[in-house]
């Protein structure tokens, strides 16, 4: 069975930094790029981070670039968002997606470029300002 687990969210102040997981399984996790998403209430789903397939590449949108880095430890299937200088407009739910190598491209403007096959189920993340 494949499953993202995002873990992480809370309660933080702004400026604070909080560190998001998704820990992915039932998949070869090597062959699929990950990407992190928010959705504020009445807003749409945003793309934020993601990093490819093979690791080298990463990419950030320019509301959290600066701010937020994205790594991956291959070891243990798990995907890690740091986010730094948290700003109260970074209150969202948090998503972490699979998207598979050379699968379907993705809408222009989707992160790393392919269609995300996979999603977790969301964490929250709160800014108080």
């Given at each position: 069975?494949?499953?993202?687990?995002?873990?992480?969210?809370?309660?933080?102040?702004?400026?604070?930094?909080?560190?998001?997981?998704?820990?992915?399984?039932?998949?070869?996790?090597?062959?699929?790029?990950?990407?992190?998403?928010?959705?504020?209430?009445?807003?749409?789903?945003?793309?934020?981070?993601?990093?490819?397939?093979?690791?080298?590449?990463?990419?950030?949108?320019?509301s959290v670039k600066g701010r937020f880095t994205i790594s991956s430890d291959n070891?243990?299937?798990?995907?890690?968002?740091?986010m730094n200088s948290l700003k109260s407009e970074d209150?969202?739910?948090?998503?972490?997606?699979?998207?598979?190598?050379?699968?379907?491209?993705?809408?222009?403007?989707?992160?790393?470029?392919?269609?995300?096959?996979?999603?977790?189920?969301?964490?929250?993340?709160?800014?108080?300002?």
């Amino acid at each position: 069975e494949v499953q993202l687990v995002e873990s992480g969210g809370g309660l933080v102040q702004a400026g604070g930094s909080l560190r998001l997981s998704c820990a992915a399984s039932g998949f070869t996790f090597d062959a699929y790029g990950i990407g992190w998403f928010r959705q504020a209430p009445g807003k749409e789903r945003e793309g934020i981070s993601c990093i490819s397939s093979s690791r080298g590449y990463t990419y950030y949108a320019d509301s959290v670039k600066g701010r937020f880095t994205i790594s991956s430890d291959n070891a243990k299937n798990t995907v890690y968002l740091q986010m730094n200088s948290l700003k109260s407009e970074d209150t969202a739910v948090y998503y972490c997606a699979a998207a598979r190598r050379y699968g379907r491209l993705g809408r222009p403007g989707t992160p790393c470029g392919y269609e995300y096959d996979y999603w977790g189920q969301g964490t929250q993340v709160t800014v108080s300002s």
